[in-house]
């Protein structure tokens, strides 16, 4: 299906991707029809099964794709034309971000969390990053043992990792409680067992619960840019995460929204910080909203990266054999 024209695609998947095959139809007259066409171009089948899986998620959740995904959509190229003009994000609050957002019904049940679930489907630059996830970051946990996500909101991370991996176990932390209900109806829904997953409430900037070194693995995925002091979070995920073990990490450039208050300016900060906190960046995927045809003045740009911990912070673990004389 890939180079097919829009309306001819959707004659097509509506058989084998009804539900897909209807959001795509429902925002066909919206600002998102040159997206899709260039989803539909490069991505074909994989995008009309990724979008068939996360809109029947939201559907069998009560929601209402085309409309939370276009509100998402709205919500942030409005913060993000701010940006263009002033250089600065709108927000520099987090007290503020909490309640215009984490706290607010009319946000986070309305669109906030459904949208951004589907923007793993209907966004190119979401849906490489959640491949990259899936290729270097699932592939380097075990099947054993327990990780953490902080910040995991919709839950979607947190699906594909214990599905993929069936017998590791999860501790989830939101600061919201709509993110704690959203990803556990959804880890629930996609048959995931209750004994296979924790969720609670936390506030990454008290810390991330846990002793020392008792993870296996760790996400942090659309987070760093919404807390005032990214490095204490990321010390902290270090102390809970065991040495070797990987950290999979998401983070934005010259990206504004309602929740953004740390502005990283280019991808060397993001990377020095991982660092300085004490991990080593294995894989890491740069993805420009310029290189994706999608507008090519807009300076925003994500990131996702795949790290190790490599013992104690700021410095590197010698290496096996190596007695240090
Ligand atoms: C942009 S969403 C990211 C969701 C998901 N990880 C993803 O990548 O699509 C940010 C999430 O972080 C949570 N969050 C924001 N500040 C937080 C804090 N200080 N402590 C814990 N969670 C926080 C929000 O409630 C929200 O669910």
Partial sequence: MAGEGLDAALVTAR?????????????????????????????????????????????SLGGTPADSLLEYTVAYLKEQVRFVATGEYSNSDFETARAQV????????????????????FWPIHFDIHRFFIEEFVSRVGDL??????????????????????????????????????????????????????????????????????????????ILEHIPDPQAALHELHRVLKPGCPLFATTVMNSNALDHLYLYREVGEVVAQLEEAGFEVVAQRLLRVADYGLDSRDPS???????????AAGSQVAPAGDSGD
């Fill in 15 to 59: 058989a084998r991707y009804p539900q897909a095959a209807q959001v795509v139809e429902d925002l066909a007259p919206t600002l998102l029809r040159g997206q899709l066409e260039r989803l539909l171009a490069t991505r074909g089948e994989d995008f009309w099964a990724e979008a068939e899986r996360l809109v029947g998620y939201a559907q």
């Fill in 102 to 121: 984490y706290d607010n019904a009319d946000v986070m049940e309305r669109f906030y969390l459904e949208g951004l679930l589907l923007t793993h489907a």
């Fill in 145 to 222: 043992g327990q990780g953490v996500e902080v910040g995991f909101g919709h839950g979607l991370y947190l699906l594909d990792v214990l599905s993929q991996r069936s017998r590791t176990q999860a501790r989830g932390y939101d600061i919201s409680n709509f993110s704690l209900d959203y990803a556990g109806r959804l880890l629930r829904h996609a048959g995931i067992g209750e004994e296979r997953f924790q969720l609670g409430l936390t506030d990454v900037r008290e810390g991330v619960p846990g002793e020392d070194a008792c993870y296996d693995w760790a996400i942090f995925a659309e």
């Fill in 301 to 311: 740009e994500d990131v996702a990266l795949v790290c190790i911990h490599r013992g």
